[in-house]
Structures are given as structure tokens and as C-alpha cells.
């Protein structure tokens, strides 16, 4: 299961990618946009989901948000 | 043309720097922190590794607090708009303009504190004595344009601080010359000219911050995240960083300072002064020359000098004849010239770079020589 973790402008996102590569965990960036988290901005898709990506992102200064992403289903 | 200039700008760029620059205006094409694609982001993620390469240089743990500016002078400029605004701050009296005029321009009243450039613990108390009560910050040179004497900067922010109050250091010279570690030193904000001692093209500048501290851009703008918001973002870099980055400019100053970290701060600074040192000490040798730098022993590879028998002007521009890059005048800095004295028509300076050798340094003495113990070369 994928996870998608929103982090804001492309500096969190970089920061964050070598936060999680820190912790072996792959992560890679995209591009995302919600009107309800102030327009446009990045995110980190992990391929599996990990229990422990938002506090390593925290403790790193990344402030991240998990988010579903619609699938156009 | 033997090049002796590096205080207004390094030439030549290690070759590296110049491959990085083409390889970028090809390979990295897209706007860095605007699309989600693969060049869009591998562009960002190139970008982001100057970040680190410049957080290492200069002791940030985080690269997100170095921020990408058009110049030291722009990031001077942005940080004393918000530090200095209608207030107090305490300066040394050898700041160059890019600190000055700002300074000016934000109506802020200075307190100026004398730089004894062999005698740290007199510069430490005459900024002692300069900070009052209504002191907003100290803002000063690490290296000075004119001089090229050191000022302790770590000494100064540990008083700063111990008066409650944060210090602005101008390291357009300093930078890839001297170490500068901003978290080991608590250098609250350090501005950093990325053409001179760190080898990047014109164009670029840095802002290294302790903290992420709410400074006011000079411009604001797209930054590609928080679009719906009516202001700029709150964090750095982004909140100074509005407008499409100068990729291939910050790209070859990320190989600049990668040179910079693989030759070692340290010992580029040591060759320098070496190299400096035996000009120094023949121009000190030399009848009617008036040195108006410390040794370079205790400075750096900038030395400022005046003939007795010629102006500034027409031995800088006798020099350049010959076929040697110097600068005649007041190098934006008056107030460094009435510090020293040299208020009526500023100094030659000669500053040397990684790159300069003894013999170049040789041959600039023996046509100052030449030139000055003859008369007759400065008529008609």
C-alpha cells in the first residue's frame, strides 16, 4: 500500500527524501495540489507504507500530513 | 594580463565550474520547484544538493537555511531591512557600502567601533564599548575589501549575544578563505558572495541563517508552494526566494565550493597568504610605497598600497598598461579610507586568488618598481 505524505515547497520535500533515505526508506517526490492546504505544493509517495515516516520527518524539521490521493476512479 | 583582482571577483573558475554551468543549461532545463515531472524535480534535487554542499562548507545542519540570493549585497540588504529598521546597530569602521547603504536606506543610526587588525582584544572592546542599551545589531565585515584584516567574528557574536542581540556578517571576502562555521560560531546571519573566494559564477550570493528567523523579503512573488496564499511562504527558503532560480549560476557555484571543500579552506586561505606575504614584503622593501594593509600573515591575500610619486589613478592604470588587473580607488568602502587616511584618493589594491603564483607576484613588484622609480614614465 502506498503512502503519500504532504510536506509543502520542494525544500521540505528534498529535505525529507534524505530524511527517509537516512532510515532506508525510499521516497520519491511529487508534485501535488488541494485548494484546503493553501494551493500547490509537493509530497513524498512512498512505494509501502511505513508506521514511522512522519515522526522521522518531524524530528528532521519536515512538518508532513498524509493524504489520499484520488485515483480517478 | 596577469590577474590580480580576486577581491572584486575570482578569475579564472576552476575548470569544473564552467563544465557544471554547461552541463546545467542542458541537462537542467526545467523551473526547479514548479512542475512535478522529471526534469522539474531532478532540477529542484540539483539545486537542493548545492543547498548541502553549501550547509557543510560553512556548518549549517540544515541546507534549508541556505538561501539562494543574486549576491552577498542583496542578502545584506535583506537581512539588514529587517534587523536594522529605524534602529540602532554598531558597524566596524572599515564596512564597505554593501553594508553602509543599506544601513542608510533603512534609517538606521551606526555606532561605529575601530578594527585594530593586530589586536583582536581591542576590536572585541571597542565594539564592547559601542553596543548600547538601543542596540538592535551588530553588523560587520569579516574580511575587509580594502585591508584584508580579519575581524574575530566568533568573539563578536558571543558578545552580541551576551547583550542580547544578533550580529550580520558581511563574508563577500571572507568566504572559501577563511573557515566560516555558522552553527559552531553562532554566526546569526552570514551573507556570502558566491563569485569571489567560492569560485561560482557572477550572480549568485547566499544567506546562511542559524535560525529560521522571520526575515522580510526584498521581493516577493511565485515560489511554487502555497499558491492560494495572498503572502509569500513562512519558512526558508522559499519565503526569500521568490522568482525562478538562476540554475546554471547556482549549479556552477555548487562546484565551486565543492573545489573550495576538496582543496580545503584552510589551506587555499594558507597559499594565499603565503604567496601575498612575499609581496608584501617586498613591497614594504620598496622606497616610496606606503602599505596601508596588516601583513597578510595575520589577513588575508588583499593588500592596499600608495606611491608617494604617483596617484592612485595613474598607477592603477599604469598597471593595467603593463598588463597587470588592479583596482585603484575607494572599492566602495570610504569609510575604510577614512580609517586609514586615504580618504583623498583611495589606494591600489592587488588581491590574489587560489590560482596565484610567486612568479606572477614577482614580476607585479618588479614593474611597480620599474614604474615608480622612473619619472619621466608618467609624463604625456
Not at chain 2, 63 to 80: E, G, H, Q
Not at chain 2, 200 to 217: A, N, Q, S
Not at chain 2, 324 to 338: D, E, K, N, S, T
Amino acid at each position: 500500500m502506498p503512502m503519500r505524505i504532504a510536506v509543502g515547497s520542494v525544500s521540505n520535500a528534498m529535505r525529507g527524501k534524505r530524511l527517509l533515505e537516512q532510515h532506508g526508506i525510499r521516497a520519491y517526490v511529487r508534485r501535488y495540489a488541494s485548494a484546503e492546504d493553501h494551493g500547490c505544493g509537493y509530497s513524498l509517495y512512498l512505494p509501502h507504507t511505513h508506521g514511522e515516516a512522519i515522526r522521522w520527518l518531524n524530528e528532521g524539521g519536515v512538518h508532513g500530513v498524509p493524504y489520499e490521493e484520488r485515483d480517478g476512479g | 594580463m596577469i590577474y590580480l583582482d580576486h577581491a572584486a571577483t575570482s578569475f579564472p573558475k576552476p575548470p569544473e565550474v564552467y563544465r557544471a554551468m554547461a552541463c546545467a543549461a542542458s541537462r537542467y532545463g526545467a523551473n526547479p520547484g514548479r512542475g512535478g515531472y522529471g526534469m522539474a524535480v531532478s532540477t529542484a534535487e540539483a539545486l537542493y544538493r548545492v543547498r548541502e554542499e553549501a550547509a557543510q562548507l560553512f556548518g549549517v545542519s540544515d541546507p534549508r537555511r541556505v538561501v539562494f540570493m543574486p549576491s552577498c549585497t542583496a542578502a545584506l540588504n535583506t537581512v539588514i531591512r529587517t534587523v536594522a529598521d529605524g534602529g540602532r546597530v554598531v558597524i566596524s569602521d572599515l564596512e564597505h557600502n554593501a553594508v553602509t547603504r543599506p544601513l542608510y536606506a533603512a534609517s538606521a543610526v551606526c555606532d561605529t567601533a575601530h578594527v585594530t587588525a593586530t589586536d583582536d582584544d581591542a576590536t572585541v572592546a571597542a565594539f564592547e564599548r559601542a553596543i548600547t542599551p538601543f542596540t538592535r545589531a551588530v553588523v560587520c565585515t569579516y574580511v575587509s575589501n580594502v585591508t584584508g584584516a580579519v575581524l574575530p567574528v566568533k568573539r563578536l557574536a558571543a558578545l552580541a549575544h551576551r547583550r542580547g542581540i544578533p550580529i550580520v556578517i558581511d563574508a563577500a571576502q571572507a568566504a572559501g578563505v577563511v573557515p566560516i562555521d555558522v552553527e559552531g560560531d553562532a554566526l546569526d546571519y552570514v551573507c556570502v558572495a558566491g563569485h569571489k573566494g567560492v569560485y561560482g559564477p557572477m550572480g549568485t550570493g547566499l544567506l546562511l541563517c542559524l535560525e529560521d528567523r522571520p526575515l522580510i523579503p526584498l521581493s516577493v512573488g511565485g515560489t511554487g508552494s502555497e499558491s492560494m496564499r495572498p503572502d509569500v511562504p513562512d519558512t526558508l527558503p522559499e519565503r526569500l526566494e521568490s522568482g525562478t532560480q538562476n540554475v546554471p549560476g547556482l549549479i556552477g557555484l555548487g562546484a565551486g565550493m565543492r573545489w573550495v571543500r576538496r582543496h580545503g579552506v584552510e589551506a587555499i586561505g594558507a597559499r594565499e597568504r603565503a604567496v601575498a606575504s612575499r609581496i608584501y614584503e617586498q613591497l614594504r622593501a620598496t622606497d616610496g610605497i606606503r602599505l596601508h594593509s596588516p601583513s597578510p600573515a595575520v589577513g588575508t591575500g588583499v593588500i592596499s598600497f600608495t606611491a608617494e610619486t604617483v596617484g592612485v589613478a595613474a598607477l592603477s592604470d599604469a598597471l593595467g598598461r603593463g598588463g597587470f588587473a588592479v583596482r585603484g580607488g575607494f572599492h566602495c568602502a570610504p569609510m575604510a579610507h577614512r580609517t586609514l587616511g586615504t580618504l583623498s584618493e583611495g589606494t591600489v589594491r592587488l588581491s590574489v586568488g587560489a590560482y596565484t603564483t610567486v612568479q606572477e607576484g614577482e614580476k607585479f613588484v618588479q614593474f611597480l618598481k620599474k614604474i615608480t622609480g622612473n619619472p619621466l614614465f608618467f609624463r604625456g
